[in-house]
């Protein structure tokens, strides 16, 4: 057998899975003491090239609590047509389609190499994916301009049949009817009253041509929903119309007096975007598009004040419980963020201003919908302008990298139960016998939604083992977990992708250094991060900060091999050496520490690190560092201010920025135009390796960095300086070398 | 005039001056050298030249009127320039035909008339006569030139000027007056002040009637008639006290005067019956009937005699010889008359003019149709006696009497005849202002006002020009004192618009105390230094940028170049204090808000109106000479919801914002909603071809009505500036929203005490949305096409609060409907308006402004608040007394209006007039104004019927009059049996107009009014200027069939009574809301061919809204009457096509008031016995 590195490599690729532990301490109270829990990451929708979808339902076990489904951990008896199903031990007969079964001619999710399994399932009509633009017009001509553009450009980006929708909003809001020729409609909503779903659906006229449309005919015609709203059509149809429309968008007309911030109505905007969705598209994929330039000002949600000289609730407000709108505009906007998620739709938020923007409050809106989150200076950059596209970018197969109402069933067996899960993710409160009434973030529930998912979007979820210690399991036994993730496909499909994953139970006592050997501590790090995240949303920092330091220690006590009062002693087996590492760096991340951030940016921030997987959320905790310098090949060096050396080139990428730094002698020789002269080609090409790697990054990444292109003793050097480990300081540097 | 408009405020004033002067001058030469003009001058001049001298100064008259000292510098300035204007007034005076020139009279007559009276001689009378009669342009402009001279000038001279009845006449009277007083009780000045001016003639209607009435017509008919002449100079001082317009006095003055010849004259006019003698004559005389016919007549309808007046009439001859018997019948004549005697020589021919009209009464008689048939009984004018004896004069008829059940219909005081008196006796004069407490001719009267330091009477009426001194008589007489005001009226193209005065940062000179503007009456004291108010006698400094010298007479030297020291309408430009927030207002804006619902667009409205509105938007009113208006515009259609447009210049297309949350309404767009007509004319084309095409498939039936005007509201609010909305809605509006309304109408209330909550709005929601909108100045104009009941009481709360009008066209159709509904629609949307006005009422101290009636809303006791105010709505307002008040001071009013002009301009409107004050109920009777009078009580009793219920009010009605009548009879009259009707001269017309009011649909339904129509009428009347009333209440009938083809006169109207139509003929009636064409069954097939275009009377279709255009004189004659008439009126009129015995006659049927009326209304002649019965009641 491999490695366990190979092992754990090959099982994310094949199965979009990482557990902490790979082999699972067999009771409860050993597991208990392992410190990190058992746990694991899971990319639902992890790209697999090499899985075809198949074309068929999935085989269900027949137990109404059960309800797993067939897979190749289930013992089949092939003459009998019967299979038992390896949670529950159901033995359930095959259906008739099946009948032809045989040790020879297995279906494919009896293979073992397809313990993920896509099925495309026909069931319902199927509806186009939706786009509600939601867009803040009380921006600068120019910021106003660059949206418009982008928002044009973006059509062209939609599936054809797609439909748009668009709602603008400033003092108040408007929801454009797109299907009219002639005089464009709207509808003008006033931005200080907050309206029901109801009201909404009224006052849009989507109320009354609803009910008879239902009662007249039965759902027959798919096409019937799409006539019914005015407000969302197809983009092939009203793409010219939108185009004008976008374009004849003005700034929001109404007087800002000196000292004003302009009225923006964000929180009705967003009801009314909610609302229409809710009575026209429930349970279809439909994403609706915040575009904001500043906080919400005025009605519902509102964030702060119009008052210039009143500022955007801070920290240190917040500490004092001096941010007197904010727990009104959070509830207005969990609420939202509820409603949208029980309707299976998602919201995402671009916003883009130089000051705060309210995304402290409204981080709910994308983080339970599982939505996007964007925040730039201005709509006019190209982070935002990149970023926006690559919403809609593409994968090798032609297409969208995104899926829909996705719900997240997970089934365990009997010595195992749930305890939760991080993520974009709400719960589903399916209560089951696997339902662990521990709770380690969102739990109570074995499933969950995720309104908006891509192939990246990755959920941390925490199991306990239940297993008391008095009832060994029998040698070789084996532990699963199913990961059945329904979701609605960018093809509007219907898709059923089912992850079945085994582990070898050990006992702590007796095979600790299994169990030691296949820890995973990079997984482990961002398990125990996402905790730690998902605490300091509720707790002081301190306390998080305290627990995590206890974790640690008791993680290093277990595992760590020292002699007493001897700190040189500590050795840390291979398999958790960079762990410590990493709580150092977690330690200081902006998503524990928020001093020098913003509420806006920690939300930010923290909605990112719950929603990446692994390796992203690694480069997050740990910002990686590259040098270049004539001494060799560009190498990983340490997050060190020991790193930062004259005559190296440093590239470091924290994933939300990409800073590249000049060594003092670089930055000279650059100043002094080596670079163009014939004879310095090399420092010409050394010049540009960085560029080039930091190009690559940039390209790929969601959202994208903020690049810095610096050098020593630039001002914006302190993107770097601010991240490594400060082991060499002005205070220390001549110290050092004494 | 013109040239002062073009000069501007103040300036202007002080050029024309000079022109004048200098014009003068010449023609005092003798040998003016522009041909006309000089020369009439001159002939002027003739008589005055002494005076002329002395008096360069009034040079001015023309414009001013008065004397003034005007600096004789000035004169040198472009006399050219002035010249035209000057000429018209120029050519007046040519008439008196100045001797001298002759070339420039033109009128023999005239010449000799004149000279007469330069000479005093007794004939003037005749003359005088003659000339007016001829030449009635000549005579106004004659009167200003004259005016001035005569006030220096002697008695003879103002011989010559009574003629003109020009303001100085009056003052030569005045002051001769007061000197024959001494002797004569103090009354007479008053009547004095009356006889001379245009006004006497009307009054004394009676009176003059015998002395006159033979006058004149000698003059016209055969001019000549020498001794008629002498006789009528006696004649003629009588009718001077009989001026005092009662006709009891008359009689009484005639024998005081003793002339016996003279008083044969008067008592006639005063004892109408004995003197009515003198009529029959004149009756019989054909002569009178062509020229005089329409005035005599009026004369005998005062005196609402009894058939048998008329057989003694037939014996005497004219006034001369009745006046004897007439004089024992005059108990008690009053004072006046006595210091007439002196006067009577010089002034006799003026007077003997002015009553001459009155005698051609009975030659009018004759004339019209009806009376043709008993010319002769008519003359007892005084007294009705319905039941009992006539009155003692006409002795010899008592038995006739005796049949009191058969009471002719035309012995009775015909509104048409008093009509046709006043229109001939002074629309030929121009009604000049200057005098205090002058009764103006009748609203039926065509007539120039001359402002000469009193509003004129387009703008304010009162009830009464003589105001009772203390609250015990005003109480006694039951009289109410009440003005009619009409701030922004439309003056007739040849009067002067009020100049506009900028006293720049200081604003307007007010008083400390009680806040009065500087006008005519405030006197300067101190050398000019301070000036005392004229209202409450509070000295004010005068602002050292006012400070002027004052003259010998106390006048300030610049009395003349400032409009508020000589005039009696101004305006002053207000300066930042006077507006809102302190900020100068915007220019308003107008909103244009269409109800697109089902009904709406299916019966083509919204086409029509849109088709309409993109040609009418280039006619916003503009101000002054400006090339654009300055009014932004904005469009809102709405069902459930509101589509409001946004039609800023820099879309291509409009946009449509749907504002669905019509509980709480809001404007949704700021930029882009009101815009400027010509910046984005395109795009407004664009959507108001677009709106009928989006809404064609609509199936909404349902509307709401209160965001409607909310949102107008918001709209205006957030753009800061006054405005109107056009709202145009069909239905009830049930939709779920504010105001909205249920279904309430229930006809079983009628007659019951719940009556009035018929007229109630049904929730108090629009009282406080109409509230809002006066406080924005958001004034809302309605109109209303309903297919049903759609509560036009509540819906109308706002736009008569804010001082709107309502257009109601029950069940629309756009064939018959739309040239109606767009001429309204063209006229309401480009009349002068005025916004976020506020008027208030100042009265001298003694009396106050209590009571207010009219559309607009009052937050306080005192400020009228409208959002907007056009030409058309009308304010009555009414006073009693906190004190006394003093004969010698009368009483004055100023009514002040702070409003936004159409181009955003904040403006003061003075209006001042000035009121006699009397310790003799006579005097207060024989000042009034019937018509007024009706106005007042029609909108007290429609007031009325909001809070008690109707026959509560129309009890109290016919009670007040009865008690105003009673009094009369008691104080005023002479003693007689108390069988006799005698009714004032001024209000003789009291019981038949008021019988109107009583029979109208608000106080009287019949089954077919919906409640709709009485709320519609019962708003529309309180906001009606007394014109409207009067022909509302007492329509127009005008036999068509008479009308003169050749001539672009109307025929003389007809009283409104079935017996008076002829099966043959065809007539046309209008009341300022129909117009009806009734054609009698037998009328010639020609004429119906005519007409109609159709061969047969059965061919004539019902449904015809316009009458077809055929190219025959008949046809083009009729269509021109019902254009001129249209033209008259504020709102288009409905055509209805009647025949007779057709269904539709029982609609016409009703507008025959003087009949009895379906729904119980009594006949006139009933009513007449009904109301005698009360006074008698009352009297015992």
């Known amino acids: ?738 | 005039m013109s040239v002062n408009q073009q000069a501007h405020t103040g300036p202007p004033y002080g050029q024309p001056q000079p022109g004048y002067q200098g014009y003068q001058q010449p023609a005092y030469g003798g040998q003016p050298l522009p041909g006309v003009p000089q020369s009439q001058y001159g002939a002027y001049n003739g008589p005055m030249p002494g005076y002329q001298q002395p008096v360069p100064p009034q040079g001015y008259f023309p414009s001013l009127g008065f004397p003034s000292k005007g600096s004789p510098v000035s004169l040198n300035s472009d006399t050219s320039s002035l010249a035209p204007n000057f000429i018209g007034s120029l050519r007046a005076p040519p008439t008196s035909g100045a001797p001298p020139p002759a070339s420039g009279a033109s009128l023999p007559s005239g010449h000799l008339a004149y000279s007469q009276f330069g000479h005093g001689d007794v004939q003037n009378g005749i003359p005088t006569s003659a000339a007016p009669m001829q030449r009635p342009p000549a005579s106004q402009p004659f009167l200003p030139g004259s005016a001035p001279t005569p006030v220096s000038q002697t008695s003879t001279f103002q011989q010559y000027g009574p003629p003109p009845a020009s303001v100085q006449q009056l003052s030569n009277h005045m002051a001769g007056m007061t000197i024959g007083s001494t002797t004569a009780s103090a009354p007479p000045p008053a009547g004095l002040g009356y006889g001379p001016p245009t006004s006497v003639p009307p009054v004394s209607g009676s009176f003059s009637t015998t002395g006159s009435g033979l006058y004149t017509p000698y003059t016209a008919s055969q001019g000549p008639p020498p001794t008629s002449v002498s006789q009528g100079l006696p004649l003629a001082q009588p009718p001077f006290p009989g001026q005092p317009i009662s006709t009891q006095r008359l009689p009484t003055q005639v024998p005081g005067f003793a002339p016996p010849p003279s008083s044969t004259g008067i008592g006639p006019s005063s004892y109408p019956p004995t003197t009515g003698a003198p009529r029959p004559p004149t009756m019989s005389g054909p002569p009178l009937p062509g020229q005089t016919a329409a005035g005599p007549p009026a004369s005998q309808p005062n005196h609402v005699s009894s058939p048998p007046p008329p057989a003694t009439m037939a014996g005497p001859h004219p006034g001369p010889h009745p006046g004897p018997p007439m004089s024992g019948l005059h108990g008690p004549p009053p004072p006046t008359h006595p210091p007439q005697p002196g006067y009577q020589m010089q002034q006799n021919g003026s007077f003997g003019q002015v009553r001459g009209p009155q005698p051609n009464y009975g030659g009018a008689y004759p004339g019209t149709p009806n009376y043709g048939s008993q010319p002769g009984p008519p003359p007892p004018p005084k007294r009705l006696d319905p039941d009992s004896i006539p009155s003692p004069q006409l002795n010899e008829l008592p038995p006739q009497q005796k049949p009191r059940h058969r009471i002719d219909p035309d012995a009775i005081p015909s509104p048409i005849q008093v009509i046709e008196d006043d229109r001939s006796n002074r629309g030929s004069e121009p009604f000049v202002t200057g005098v205090r407490g002058q009764v103006p001719p009748l609203v039926t009267t065509n007539f120039v006002v001359k402002d000469q330091g009193n509003a004129s009477p387009r703008y304010i009426r009162c009830t009464s020009y003589n105001i009772p001194c203390t609250s015990d008589m005003a109480k006694q007489s039951q009289v109410p004192l009440a003005a009619v005001i009409k701030p922004l009226a439309t003056l007739p193209p040849e009067e002067t618009l009020p100049y506009l005065v900028d006293h720049g940062e200081s604003g307007p000179v007010r008083c400390n105390r009680c806040k009065a503007y500087m006008c005519p009456f405030m006197q300067f004291i101190e050398g000019g230094r301070r000036f005392q108010c004229c209202f409450c006698s509070c000295v004010t400094e005068v602002p050292p940028h006012y400070f002027q010298h004052l003259d010998h007479t106390g006048k300030r030297v610049d009395f003349y170049d400032r409009p508020e020291l000589s005039l009696g309408s101004y305006e002053f430009l207000a300066t930042v204090d006077y507006c809102k927030n302190n900020k100068f207002p915007s220019p308003p804006a107008f909103i244009f808000m269409i109800d697109v619902s089902y009904n709406a667009v299916k019966s083509g409205l919204v086409r029509l109106i849109c088709e309409e509105l993109k040609s009418l938007i280039d006619f916003l009113p503009r101000e002054g000479n400006m090339e654009e208006s300055a009014i932004r515009v904005g469009f809102v259609t709405y069902n459930k919801v509101l589509h409001f447009y946004n039609v800023k210049s820099s879309l291509a297309q409009p946009q449509m914002m749907v504002v669905s949350d019509v509980a709480d309404m809001f404007v949704p767009l700021l930029d882009g909603f009101l815009v400027n007509v010509n910046e984005s004319r395109t795009v407004i084309a664009s959507l108001l071809d677009q709106i009928p095409e989006m809404f064609a498939d609509t199936r909404e039936t349902e509307t709401v009505f209160a965001p409607v005007i909310q949102a107008g509201l918001e709209a205006l609010k957030a753009a800061e500036c006054a405005g109107k909305l056009f709202i145009f809605h069909t239905s009830l509006p049930i939709a779920e929203a504010p105001g909205k309304l249920k279904n309430r109408d229930d006809k079983k209330l009628i007659n019951t005490d719940k009556e009035k909550t018929l007229f109630q709005p049904q929730t108090s929601f629009y009282n406080n949305l109409a509230k809002d909108c006066v406080a924005q100045g958001c004034c809302v104009d309605l109109f209303l096409f309903p297919n049903q009941y759609l509560d036009v009481a509540t819906l109308g709360v706002v736009t008569y609060q804010t001082g709107g009008s309502i257009y109601k066209y029950a069940y629309f159709q756009l064939e018959t409907d739309q040239d109606r509904f767009l001429n309204d629609l063209r006229r309401d949307v480009q009349k002068e308006v005025g916004f976020d006005a506020v008027m208030r009422v100042r009265t001298s101290t003694g009396i106050r402004a209590t009571d207010f009636f009219g559309a607009f809303y009052m937050s306080n006791t005192t400020d009228v608040e409208m959002a907007g105010l056009d030409c058309d709505k009308t304010i009555t307002v009414e006073f009693k007394h906190d004190d006394k008040l003093s004969e010698d001071s009368g009483a004055l009013l100023q009514c002040a209006l702070l409003y936004t002009s159409c181009a955003g301009q904040r403006r003061l409107r003075i209006h001042n007039l000035s009121l006699n004050c009397c310790t003799q109920l006579a005097d207060l009777y024989r000042n009034c104004e019937t018509d007024t009078l009706i106005n007042y009580l029609a909108k007290h009793a429609y007031r009325g019927v909001l809070g008690s219920p109707v026959k509560t009010v129309r009890d109290a009605l016919i009670n007040q009059c009865a008690q105003i009548l009673a009094c009369y009879r008691k104080n005023c009259a002479s003693p007689s049996s108390a069988g006799q009707l005698i009714l004032p001269e001024c209000m003789k017309l009291l019981p038949v107009y008021l019988n109107c009011v009583l029979k109208s649909d608000v106080l009287q339904p019949g089954p077919e009014v919906t409640t709709d129509d009485r709320a519609y009428i019962r708003q529309l009347v309180t906001s009606m200027d007394v014109a409207e009333t009067n022909v509302f209440f007492y329509p127009r009938l005008l036999p068509l069939t008479k009308a003169e083809v050749d001539s672009d006169s109307l025929p003389a109207a007809i009283r409104n009574s079935e017996e008076r139509l002829s099966k043959s003929d065809i007539y046309l009636l209008e009341n300022g809301l129909n117009i009806f064409v009734w054609v009698g069954v037998n009328v010639q097939q020609s004429l119906i061919q005519n007409l109609f275009g159709v061969s047969s009377f059965s061919q004539i279709s019902n449904a015809l809204s316009t009458l077809p255009v055929l190219e025959n004189s008949f046809s083009k004659k009729v269509r021109s009457i019902v254009d001129m008439l249209q033209v008259q009126r504020s709102r288009n009129m409905k055509l209805i096509i009647v025949k007779q015995e057709d269904k539709l006659e029982m609609l016409f049927k009703h507008f025959l008031v003087e009949d009895k009326s379906l729904s119980g209304g009594a006949s006139y002649v009933d009513f007449l016995c009904h109301m005698h019965k009360e006074i008698r009641q009352l009297l015992s």
């Open chain 1, 1 to 738: 057998m491999a490695t366990y590195l190979e092992f754990i490599q090959q099982n994310e690729e094949r199965d979009g899975v990482r557990f902490s532990w790979n082999v699972w301490p067999s009771s409860r109270l050993e597991a208990t003491r392992m410190v990190v829990p058992l746990a694991c990451l899971l990319t639902p929708l992890k790209e697999r090239l090499d899985l075809p979808p198949v074309q068929y339902e999935p085989v269900l076990c027949s137990r109404p609590t059960c309800k797993a489904v067939l897979n190749p951990l289930c013992q089949v008896d092939y003459r009998a047509k019967l299979w038992a199903c390896n949670f529950c031990f159901q033995r359930n007969q095959f259906p008739p389609a099946y009948a032809g079964i045989s040790e020879v001619n297995q279906p494919a999710e009896l293979m073992p190499q397809f313990s993920t399994i896509e099925y495309i399932v026909q069931r319902g009509p199927q509806t186009p994916l939706i786009f509600l633009y939601v867009v803040d017009t009380c921006l600068e001509e120019e910021d106003l301009q660059a949206l418009k553009e982008s928002l044009q450009m973006s059509l062209s980006l939609l599936p054809a049949d797609a439909l748009v929708g668009l709602i603008t909003f400033g003092r108040m809001v408007q929801v454009h009817e797109l299907s009219c020729e002639g005089i464009s409609k709207s509808y003008v909503f006033r931005g200080t009253k907050d309206l029901t779903a109801k009201q909404i659906q009224d006052m849009l006229g989507l109320s009354r041509p609803a009910v008879p449309i239902q009662q007249g005919r039965p759902l027959q015609t798919p096409e019937q929903p799409v006539i019914s709203s005015r407000f969302l059509q197809p983009v092939h149809k009203i793409d010219m119309n939108l185009t004008d429309l976008l374009g004849e968008l003005q700034r929001d007309p109404w007087p800002v007096t000196q000292g004003k911030r302009p009225l923006r109505s964000t929180g009705v905007a967003l009801s009314i975007a909610v609302g229409l969705l809710e009575g026209t598209f429930p349970n279809t994929g439909a994403r609706i598009m915040l575009f904001t330039g500043g906080p919400p000002t005025q009605g519902p949600g509102m964030v702060v004040g119009d008052e210039l000289k009143t500022p955007i609730r801070s920290w240190h407000d917040i500490e004092k419980d001096n941010a007197r709108f904010m727990k009104k505009a959070t509830k207005h906007y969990e609420t939202l963020a509820n409603r949208t998620a029980a309707n299976g739709h998602c919201i995402d938020i671009y916003a883009c201003a130089l000051d705060q923007t309210g995304l402290l409050e409204m981080k709910c809106c994308a983080n339970l919908t599982g939505g996007h989150m964007v925040m730039g200076d201005s709509f006019n950059t190209s982070l935002f302008k990149q970023t926006f596209q690559r919403v809609f970018n593409k994968g090798f197969n032609g297409e969208f990298r995104m899926a829909f109402g996705a719900s997240l069933d997970v089934k365990t067996s009997r010595e195992l139960k749930i305890a939760g899960a991080i993520g974009p993710c709400i719960s589903l409160n399916a209560k089951g016998p696997c339902v662990s009434e521990n709770e380690l973030g969102i739990g109570g529930t074995s499933q969950w939604k995720i309104c908006s998912l891509d192939p990246s979007t990755t959920l941390a979820i925490y199991f306990e083992v239940v297993n008391q210690h008095n009832a060994p399991i029998p040698q070789g036994g084996r532990g699963a977990v199913q990961f059945v993730t329904q979701y609605q496909h960018s093809s509007t499909q219907k898709r059923i992708r089912v992850t079945t994953i085994a582990r070898n139970w050990a006992d702590a006592q007796s095979q600790l250094q299994h169990i030691e050997a296949a820890f995973d501590q990079e997984a482990a790090a961002v398990l125990m991060a996402r905790l730690g995240v998902y605490r300091a949303e509720s707790e002081e920092g301190p306390d998080v900060l305290r627990w995590l330091d206890r974790q640690l220690i008791r993680l290093c006590q277990k595992f760590g091999q020292y002699n007493k009062d001897d700190p040189n002693s500590f050795r840390l087996s291979e398999s958790f050496s960079l762990y410590p590492q990493f709580m150092f760096h977690l330690r200081r991340s902006p998503f524990l520490q928020v001093f020098n951030n913003s509420p806006d940016e920690s939300s930010y921030y923290r909605h990112h690190f719950a929603r990446q997987d692994l390796t992203q959320s690694l480069i997050m905790i740990q910002p990686i560092l590259y040098a270049y310098s004539f001494h060799g090949p560009p190498e990983p060096v340490l997050l060190d201010s020991s790193s930062i050396l004259p005559d190296r080139i440093l590239l470091m990428d924290t994933f939300f920025q990409i800073v590249i730094y000049l060594g003092e002698t670089i930055a000279q020789w650059q100043k002094a135009g080596y670079q163009d002269m014939p004879e310095y080609e090399n420092f010409k090409h050394l010049l540009q390796a960085p560029l080039d790697d930091a190009q690559e990054i940039l390209q790929t990444r969601f959202p994208m960095p903020r690049y810095i292109h610096t050098e020593h003793g630039g001002s914006q050097a302190r993107f770097l300086l601010s991240k490594v480990n400060p082991s060499q300081t002005h205070n220390n540097l001549y110290a050092w070398g004494q």
